[in-house]
């Protein structure tokens, strides 16, 4: 890469930075991606997407999809054969040896559908029985999550297993236990080409404290509008709990227009084709309200040639790198491991909503119960350069240099080609980096590189003052509302000699 380029380069994220830092106060990652660039109270409710939810005890031993699973116990893993994939279990007692349900798949079968068993200690007989084994409409064992969560409102278990089939639809199967004793048996399935949700509304004291019952959950699911030609028009369906009958059924239907898109883009971007839709994703997107107003303290920035997605908001900062991503009718599935919680899983659901927009619905899953909402479900849109809006307030910097340097680090080399080199005492440290702006002051990020099967080593941003031919380097912090510098010692870089 020659001087041109890279100042070049260096402009685009000078560009960037500028207009981040007057519209949302302040970005990180976004503001030098290119330099990177290679080849509630009272009766609320809220709207939970359980498509995409996970199970919150998960351990195995042997044949798992879930890396994060453990073998804390072989507890009724005799009752599965070779062939049967345990995908996550799920323990309902809090208790090891009692009982638990696990979910698994038949890796013999082409498609196959995903199954729940119970499975509980018989004291009579001192061993594992299985109480009940049913199909769920999920068949992508990397899709597949579970979680318990009371839907009924009368402290019954429920269990909601959730995932996709072959055809990129979303699935619900929902299995209630009636009593402490009895067997789980399905109250409902649903499947669609979109999303499905459980509404909750907040349930009192006395339910709380195990006294009273409440009323049940909704859920709903929002798909495709067969009678409209508009392929954004959607429509909602709501079913309700029907006591009598054990079984969620149909209550109403909601028509939702959506955005008019010119036909052949919408098909060419919904074709199915990952790599198609993730270039129109990647990039930096901003939060809309449903008035249509810019939240200017929340956006993520999505990667998917790095396989990243970073989340801001206020002033965090939230790296999770891809796991799996799966096309839907309308968009990416995806599921992703915090960089430096790995235990902490997220489920995105990404859906185009016009040429500049998209929808997000996100679960969290950090092995505990899910008490709220993610609050980065809504509208994104995209954030443009608008390099008629940017002002040559600061020079631009070079991205990339070719220089080395000694410091308490070590020897310090920087490449044209965007990658360094940290040397000291017999061991080396490489990576990515970059120079860039931002409120007219210079940074440098550091990207280090993780050897194949190691921990992603997170990224390091450091304030750079020049002192003569040589830099001063201090560590600092990148949120929204300002760079804040960690109460730690200057790094000198000189030039060997100088």
């Given at each position: 890469?020659?001087?041109?380029?890279?100042?070049?380069?260096?402009?685009?994220?000078?560009?960037?930075?500028?207009?981040?830092?007057?519209?949302?106060?302040?970005?990180?990652v976004?503001l030098?991606?290119?330099?990177?660039?290679?080849?509630?109270?009272?009766a609320?409710?809220?709207?939970?997407?359980?498509?995409?939810?996970?199970?919150?005890?998960?351990?195995?031993?042997?044949?798992?999809?879930d890396?994060r699973?453990?073998?804390?116990?072989?507890?009724?893993?005799?009752?599965?054969?070779?062939?049967?994939?345990?995908?996550?279990?799920?323990?309902?007692d809090?208790?090891?040896?009692?009982?638990?349900?696990?979910?698994?798949?038949?890796?013999?079968?082409?498609?196959?559908?995903?199954?729940?068993?119970?499975?509980?200690?018989?004291?009579?007989?001192?061993?594992?029985?299985?109480?009940?084994?049913?199909?769920s409409?999920?068949?992508?064992?990397e899709?597949?999550?579970?979680?318990?969560?009371?839907l009924?409102?009368?402290?019954?278990?429920?269990?909601?297993?959730?995932?996709?089939?072959?055809?990129?639809?979303?699935?619900?199967?929902?299995?209630?236990?009636?009593?402490?004793?009895g067997?789980?048996?399905?109250?409902?399935?649903?499947?669609?080409?979109?999303?499905?949700?459980?509404v909750?509304?907040?349930?009192?004291?006395?339910?709380?404290?195990?006294?009273t019952?409440?009323?049940?959950?909704p859920i709903?699911?929002?798909?495709?509008?067969p009678?409209?030609?508009?392929?954004?028009?959607?429509?909602?369906?709501?079913?309700t709990?029907?006591?009598?009958t054990?079984?969620?059924?149909?209550?109403?239907?909601t028509?939702?227009?959506?955005?008019?898109?010119?036909?052949?883009?919408?098909?060419?971007?919904?074709?199915?084709?990952r790599?198609?839709?993730?270039?129109?994703?990647?990039?930096?997107?901003?939060?809309?309200?449903?008035?249509g107003?810019?939240?200017?303290?929340?956006?993520?920035?999505?990667?998917p040639?790095?396989?990243e997605?970073?989340?801001?908001?206020?002033?965090?900062?939230?790296?999770?790198?891809?796991?799996?991503?799966?096309?839907?009718r309308?968009?990416?599935?995806?599921v992703?491991?915090?960089?430096?919680?790995?235990?902490?899983?997220?489920?995105?659901?990404?859906?185009?909503?016009?040429?500049?927009?998209?929808?997000?619905?996100?679960?969290?899953?950090?092995?505990?119960?899910i008490e709220?909402?993610?609050?980065?479900?809504?509208?994104?849109?995209?954030?443009?350069?608008?390099?008629?809006?940017i002002?040559?307030?600061?020079?631009?910097?070079?991205?990339?240099?070719?220089?080395?340097?000694e410091?308490?680090?070590?020897?310090?080399?920087?490449?044209?080609?965007?990658?360094y080199?940290?040397?000291t005492?017999?061991?080396?440290?490489?990576g990515?980096?970059?120079?860039?702006?931002?409120?007219?002051?210079?940074?440098?990020?550091?990207?280090?590189?993780?050897?194949?099967?190691?921990?992603?080593?997170?990224?390091?941003?450091?304030?750079v003052?020049?002192?003569?031919?040589?830099?001063?380097?201090?560590?600092?912090?990148?949120?929204?509302?300002?760079?804040?510098?960690?109460?730690?010692?200057?790094?000198?870089?000189?030039?060997?000699?100088?």
């Amino acid at each position: 890469m020659n001087a041109k380029t890279s100042r070049v380069k260096a402009s685009l994220v000078h560009y960037t930075a500028l207009f981040v830092a007057a519209v949302l106060a302040a970005a990180s990652v976004v503001l030098h991606k290119d330099a990177f660039d290679s080849g509630d109270g009272g009766a609320s409710s809220v709207s939970r997407d359980w498509s995409n939810a996970r199970g919150t005890d998960d351990f195995s031993a042997g044949r798992t999809y879930d890396e994060r699973l453990t073998p804390k116990s072989t507890l009724a893993f005799s009752q599965f054969e070779k062939s049967q994939k345990i995908i996550t279990t799920l323990v309902l007692d809090g208790d090891l040896t009692d009982e638990q349900v696990v979910v698994y798949q038949n890796e013999n079968e082409f498609e196959g559908k995903v199954f729940l068993t119970q499975i509980k200690f018989d004291p009579a007989s001192g061993e594992y029985v299985r109480m009940m084994n049913a199909p769920s409409a999920a068949n992508i064992a990397e899709t597949v999550s579970l979680l318990s969560n009371d839907l009924v409102g009368d402290h019954s278990v429920c269990i909601l297993l959730s995932g996709m089939n072959s055809s990129g639809e979303h699935t619900l199967t929902v299995f209630r236990k009636p009593d402490v004793n009895g067997a789980f048996e399905i109250i409902g399935e649903f499947i669609v080409d979109g999303i499905i949700s459980v509404v909750e509304t907040e349930r009192g004291v006395n339910y709380e404290r195990g006294i009273t019952n409440e009323t049940s959950f909704p859920i709903t699911t929002r798909g495709r509008d067969p009678a409209s030609f508009n392929e954004m028009d959607r429509i909602e369906t709501t079913y309700t709990y029907n006591s009598t009958t054990n079984r969620y059924e149909q209550d109403r239907v909601t028509a939702i227009p959506g955005a008019a898109i010119e036909n052949q883009w919408q098909r060419d971007i919904l074709s199915g084709n990952r790599a198609r839709f993730q270039e129109f994703i990647s990039g930096l997107w901003y939060l809309v309200s449903p008035e249509g107003t810019v939240n200017a303290r929340q956006y993520v920035y999505i990667d998917p040639e790095d396989g990243e997605i970073i989340f801001y908001a206020d002033d965090r900062q939230e790296v999770f790198s891809w796991i799996n991503a799966t096309p839907t009718r309308y968009g990416l599935y995806l599921v992703a491991n915090n960089i430096a919680l790995t235990t902490l899983r997220r489920y995105i659901d990404i859906e185009l909503e016009s040429r500049d927009s998209i929808r997000l619905k996100v679960i969290e899953d950090v092995r505990m119960k899910i008490e709220a909402s993610a609050p980065w479900d809504g509208s994104y849109r995209k954030m443009p350069l608008l390099k008629d809006r940017i002002t040559a307030a600061a020079p631009p910097v070079d991205a990339f240099i070719e220089k080395e340097y000694e410091s308490t680090l070590g020897r310090v080399s920087f490449n044209l080609n965007g990658e360094y080199r940290i040397e000291t005492d017999g061991a080396a440290q490489t990576g990515k980096y970059a120079f860039f702006l931002l409120g007219g002051e210079e940074l440098l990020e550091l990207r280090p590189a993780s050897l194949s099967g190691e921990k992603r080593i997170p990224r390091e941003v450091y304030a750079v003052a020049r002192d003569g031919s040589g830099l001063v380097l201090s560590r600092v912090r990148i949120g929204i509302k300002k760079i804040e510098r960690y109460r730690e010692a200057s790094i000198a870089l000189y030039v060997p000699n100088d």
